[in-house]
């Protein structure tokens, strides 16, 4: 972040960006606004209520995003925006909890808790903008950096096996999984409108450049050059088996929407748990949605006149 | 300030015989907690194990995180989904959660933690009793910050104050610490929970104005300023860096200042509020013997032996450890021989006690490693070589 970026928000999109906030902190040629622009953009294309849809974002350059999107939103500790989302989700399992943070903290430092939240199937959109580096703190190696690729950390090239995030996620349990790059705005944009309507672990990878650290370092040109790379290396597979969407340095990038499949959340399952166990006493925590749907669909179809279903 | 009668659905009123473990879920049920994460440490485990027990019945949810480091960041998540929030620990699991104690203090988030107390460093004495993270509970997380903690010597009084705690936590915005140990923790006991129409639960004090008047945050040394959950259309931004009223990052040294005076005054500013000690016979005392949590129910025995021996002691127990009780400290240096501290650690609070009594009186440390009470006579020898 060694200059300010002059951003004017699109007119747009003044109603779920904070326009007193700007201008941003981003470098020149960051794509991580461009992962704004997308979410924003699917904030209002949804349905969704938006006084119902909670931001929170860990440490790094991408875990500013919460202080820019006009959303409840919470700017956390460094790893620690999912257990913050979790909490959030289960005290008010009305709100559509979305989690946007950078790869060093959503999989270095909060691997753990990346995994664990998967695995539950606890119900929150996970965005991971992956630049391949530690931004905030100048450009370290991260869990996610391609094998050889320079780091300040790793002067003489990364020889650690880097994660491949879409693979984590589905072997956890994530219910949604799709990659893209920066360049892919529209398919972004698309998926998480898909993943505010899932319910479930939903997990977005967004490949983005760091133009600043990643890219000068790496000798690989400008933004433009990147989103030139992305454009002759991403091959778009969905469905493709999540083992196979390892990203070697500047090799090709496998995108789609990998993983979709429905299962019960952590709440569903602890509502049906305790209910078995219970009985009719129980009454269930928080209303899930499904209920709350056919409820209100009952409300609605009376309040139209119509005899209920 | 809202206060109410408890919601009779968390209240399991009547005589109990239980331990001091069982009695904090019970006091935070009562007080209105309906959000617990937590990971088994012994000797804290008791307490997630029966708030997850009671949970359903109550409308409650309790949920094992994977680490205390997740348990600690989802209260703050639920705190600002509009939960009255806890969690409990012992030693090794107190020490990861401290960078987001640091963030509740820093966000004014309300919670409230137990720490039943073991013996360190380290896994330490897993099963055995300490009072050794009593500096680590003001001081552990980094930077300057304020909070609260009391320590309760009986499972009357894990039930009693963590209502207490969550009272606190509500007014002044702020972490509250209940550091009892594992003897109070294991410990059976009667514990009375009265009728629910008679425990005072104080309310969240929920921001109700116009959506362009609402600010997280109000920088007036005081505590009270109102605060809003998610879902609430107030679209509130809170932050762990340097932020001004509406919870954005202004990261300047004159910033700073506003927020660090403000976090420290609400509860410096309050003290006499917030502070409960007990006295006996501290009018024309010679010896007093000053102690908080099970150590006070030692130092009783020992005050009986001593004054059957003639001596002139008082005694002046904790239940608010922090903040340190320093008006009375002062007051009391001036009129007697010596303060007589034990503590199941090297010496921790008795360095308050010297800060406060600045050589107006004698301070004797009787301090005892962890892993067991003291010996009464221990503390009896210390009160007779002191008023020597
Ligand atoms: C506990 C802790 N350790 C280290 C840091 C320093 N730190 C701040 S941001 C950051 C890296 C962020 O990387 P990433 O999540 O990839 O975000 P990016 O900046 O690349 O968008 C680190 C290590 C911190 N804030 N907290
Ligand atoms: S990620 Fe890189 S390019 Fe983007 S703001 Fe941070 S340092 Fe600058
Ligand atoms: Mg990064």
């Known amino acids: 972040m060694n200059q300010k970026a002059e951003v004017e928000i699109k007119a747009p999109l003044a109603g779920v960006l904070r326009s007193e906030r700007m201008p941003h902190i981003w470098c020149?040629?960051?794509?991580?606004?461009?992962?704004?622009?997308?979410?924003?953009?699917?904030?209002?294309?949804?349905?969704?209520?938006?006084?119902?849809?909670?931001?929170?974002?860990?440490?790094?350059?991408?875990?500013?995003?919460?202080?820019?999107?006009?959303?409840?939103?919470?700017?956390?500790?460094?790893?620690?925006?999912?257990?913050?989302?979790?909490?959030?989700?289960l005290a008010n399992p009305d709100l559509k909890v979305v989690v946007i943070s950078g790869d060093g903290d959503l999989t270095g430092i909060g691997g753990n808790h990346f995994i664990h939240a998967a695995r539950r199937n606890m119900d929150i959109v996970v965005i991971c903008i992956n630049?391949?580096?530690?931004?905030?703190?100048?450009?370290?190696?991260?869990?996610?950096?391609?094998?050889?690729?320079?780091?300040?950390?790793?002067?003489?090239?990364?020889?650690?096996?880097?994660?491949?995030?879409?693979?984590?996620?589905?072997?956890?349990?994530?219910?949604?999984?799709?990659?893209?790059?920066?360049?892919?705005?529209?398919?972004i944009t698309q998926s998480i409108e898909e993943a505010f309507q899932k319910r479930g672990f939903s997990f977005i990878e967004v490949i983005t450049p760091c133009t600043t650290l990643y890219l000068r370092r790496n000798r690989l040109g400008d933004g433009v050059d990147t989103l030139q790379y992305y454009q002759n290396n991403a091959v778009l597979k969905h469905g493709a088996d999540t083992r196979e969407t390892a990203i070697d340095f500047q090799g090709k990038i496998i995108i789609g929407k990998f993983v979709d499949r429905e299962k019960p959340t952590y709440l569903d399952s602890a509502n049906r748990c305790n209910t078995k166990f219970i009985g009719d006493d129980y009454q269930l925590y928080g209303k899930t949605p499904p209920e709350k749907e056919a409820e209100e669909a009952a409300k609605a179809a009376a309040a139209a006149g119509a005899p209920p279903a | 300030?809202?206060?109410?009668?408890?919601?009779?659905?968390?209240?399991?009123?009547?005589?109990?015989?239980?331990?001091?473990?069982?009695?904090?879920?019970?006091?935070?049920?009562?007080?209105?907690?309906?959000?617990?994460?937590?990971?088994?440490?012994?000797?804290?485990?008791?307490?997630?194990?029966?708030?997850?027990?009671?949970?359903?019945?109550?409308?409650?949810?309790?949920?094992?995180?994977?680490?205390?480091?997740?348990?600690?960041?989802?209260?703050?998540?639920?705190?600002?989904?509009?939960?009255?929030?806890?969690t409990v620990?012992?030693?090794?699991?107190?020490?990861?959660?401290?960078?987001?104690?640091?963030?509740?203090?820093?966000?004014?988030?309300?919670?409230?933690?137990?720490?039943v107390q073991r013996g360190g460093p380290s896994t330490g004495l897993p099963t055995l009793t300490a009072q050794q993270d009593m500096m680590q509970v003001r001081f552990g997380s980094h930077g300057d910050y304020n909070i609260i903690a009391l320590s309760p010597d009986s499972p009357q009084e894990c039930f009693d104050l963590t209502i207490e705690a969550f009272n606190l936590s509500e007014i002044y915005r702020v972490?509250?610490?209940?550091?009892?140990?594992?003897?109070?923790?294991?410990?059976?006991?009667?514990?009375?929970?009265?009728?629910?129409?008679?425990?005072?639960?104080?309310?969240?004090?929920?921001?109700?104005?116009?959506?362009?008047?609402?600010?997280?945050?109000?920088?007036?040394?005081?505590?009270?300023?109102?605060?809003?959950?998610?879902?609430?259309?107030?679209?509130?931004?809170?932050?762990?860096?340097?932020?001004?009223?509406?919870?954005?990052?202004?990261?300047?040294?004159?910033q700073n200042k506003i927020v660090l005076t403000h976090l420290i005054e609400k509860i410096n500013g309050n003290a006499d509020k917030i502070i409960r000690v007990e006295e006996d016979e501290l009018e024309g005392a010679e010896v007093v013997v000053m102690s908080y949590g099970i150590t006070s129910?030692?130092?009783?025995?020992?005050?009986?032996?001593?004054?059957?021996?003639?001596?002139?002691?008082?005694?002046?127990?904790l239940i608010t450890v922090w903040p340190f009780c320093e008006q009375k400290i002062r007051d009391l240096s001036s009129k007697v021989k010596a303060i007589v501290m034990p503590e199941i650690n090297y010496g921790q609070i008795v360095r308050e006690v010297e800060r406060c009594a600045a050589g107006r009186c004698k301070v004797v440390s009787v301090n005892h490693c962890g892993g067991a009470v003291h010996d009464p006579m221990v503390i009896l020898k210390a009160i007779e070589e002191a008023c020597q």
């Open chain 2, 1 to 86: 300030m809202n206060i109410v009668a408890a919601d009779p659905k968390g209240v399991d009123a009547g005589p109990h015989f239980m331990d001091g473990d069982h009695a904090i879920a019970e006091g935070a049920l009562a007080a209105g907690c309906r959000f617990f994460a937590g990971y088994p440490i012994t000797p804290s485990t008791e307490t997630a194990e029966r708030f997850a027990e009671r949970a359903p019945e109550v409308g409650a949810l309790f949920i094992q995180m994977e680490d205390e480091i997740a348990s600690i960041a989802a209260l703050i998540g639920g705190a600002w989904g509009g939960q009255k929030v806890m």
């Open chain 1, 28 to 89: 020149p040629g960051c794509g991580i606004g461009s992962v704004v622009t997308c979410f924003a953009e699917a904030t209002k294309r949804s349905k969704l209520d938006h006084d119902k849809l909670a931001v929170v974002s860990g440490i790094g350059c991408s875990g500013r995003v919460a202080g820019y999107v006009n959303f409840d939103s919470l700017h956390t500790t460094h790893g620690r925006a999912i257990p913050v989302a979790t909490g959030l989700k």
């Open chain 2, 297 to 317: 129910r030692i130092a009783v025995r020992a005050v009986q032996e001593a004054r059957k021996k003639g001596i002139k002691v008082g005694s002046l127990r």
């Open chain 1, 131 to 187: 630049n391949f580096t530690y931004g905030m703190t100048g450009g370290q190696v991260t869990p996610t950096t391609p094998t050889s690729a320079n780091a300040s950390t790793t002067p003489y090239g990364n020889y650690e096996y880097p994660f491949s995030l879409p693979f984590l996620a589905d072997a956890a349990g994530a219910t949604y999984v799709a990659r893209w790059t920066s360049l892919h705005s529209r398919n």
């Open chain 2, 89 to 115: 620990t012992s030693g090794p699991g107190f020490s990861l959660m401290l960078e987001n104690i640091g963030l509740a203090v820093m966000t004014e988030t309300p919670m409230v933690i137990a720490n």
């Open chain 2, 175 to 254: 972490p509250v610490f209940i550091m009892t140990d594992e003897t109070v923790g294991h410990m059976h006991e009667k514990v009375v929970v009265p009728p629910a129409s008679e425990i005072k639960v104080v309310e969240r004090n929920l921001f109700k104005g116009p959506k362009e008047d609402f600010r997280p945050y109000g920088f007036d040394s005081q505590g009270g300023h109102p605060m809003t959950r998610a879902g609430d259309g107030y679209r509130f931004h809170i932050t762990g860096l340097t932020h001004n009223e509406r919870g954005y990052p202004v990261m300047t040294p004159e």
